[in-house]
């Protein structure tokens, strides 16, 4: 298990940006694959997008691709979501996830974030 703490969420107009980080506390963090979900209300949690222990290598959700970002430094073991081009269907509590690279699911998630975007 890895303790992560999310921050950055808050209010935007839409067209807007903000930028989420998410630390974990581990110390083999590059051995973790890390994600970005979110869960708009009355919605299922769904994927956001996610990035290897490298950093190299980042897949996104069709909803998102082309305005948001995931990027990583594992020497300060954070991994972050700058998200640009905000619309109110970006509404919702963002959540980090950690999978270590030998297993298939995602194990650890932090408290979550709330982000609101305001049309």
């Known amino acids: 298990q890895v303790h992560l703490v999310e921050s950055g969420g808050g209010l935007v107009e839409a067209g807007g940006s903000l930028r989420l980080s998410c630390a974990a506390s581990?110390?083999?963090?590059?051995?973790?694959?890390m994600a970005w979900f979110r869960q708009a209300p009355g919605k299922e949690r769904e994927y956001v997008g996610s990035?290897?222990?490298?950093?190299?290598?980042?897949a996104y959700a069709d909803s998102v691709k082309g305005r948001f970002t995931i990027s990583r430094n594992n020497a300060r073991n954070a991994v972050y979501l700058q998200m640009n081009n905000l619309k109110s269907e970006d509404t919702a509590v963002y959540y980090c996830?950690?999978?270590?690279?030998?297993?298939?699911?995602?194990?650890?998630w932090g408290q979550g974030t709330q982000v609101t975007v305001s049309s």
């Open positions: 990035v290897d222990g490298s950093g190299r290598n980042t």
């Open positions: 581990t110390r083999t963090f590059i051995n973790y694959v």
């Open positions: 996830a950690a999978r270590h690279r030998a297993q298939d699911d995602f194990g650890s």
